[in-house]
């Protein structure tokens, strides 16, 4: 009885179709939460971004009456935003060198 039961064991785990389903299934699961946590990253460097462009225009608001209206305005967000960018990224390079 025993060696019966052994022997059955040993021919699940030799079984290569179920050995392949067993690791299919196992990568599934870890593609789904490597792509889940990708996701959230990039769910919250969009709204980092959103927060930093509405700090920007707000700040331009504030410094220069009425320039909202002006039809070079998102230009200038856009700008600031990207001279912002390039100096944080400026400051992590020389950080890490």
């Known amino acids: 009885m025993f060696n019966l039961n052994f022997l059955k064991s040993l021919k699940e785990i030799m079984n290569p179709k179920a050995n392949l389903l067993t ?3 196992g ?3 870890a593609n789904e939460a ?3 946590s990708l996701s959230n990253t990039e769910l ?3 709204a980092d ?3 930093l462009e509405a700090m920007v225009r707000q700040q331009l608001k504030e410094e220069f009456p009425n320039i909202e209206k002006s039809s ?4 200038l967000v856009d700008a600031v935003i990207h ?3 390039s100096k944080q990224l400026q400051a ?3 950080v890490e060198v």
Do not use: A, G, M
């Open 92 to 94: 992590t390079d020389d």
């Open 27 to 29: 990568q599934r699961e």
């Open 23 to 25: 690791f299919s299934s």
């Open 49 to 51: 971004e959103e927060r």
């Open 72 to 75: 070079s305005y998102d230009l």
């Open 34 to 36: 490597y792509i889940k």
């Open 44 to 46: 919250k460097i969009r």
């Open 83 to 85: 001279n912002y960018k």
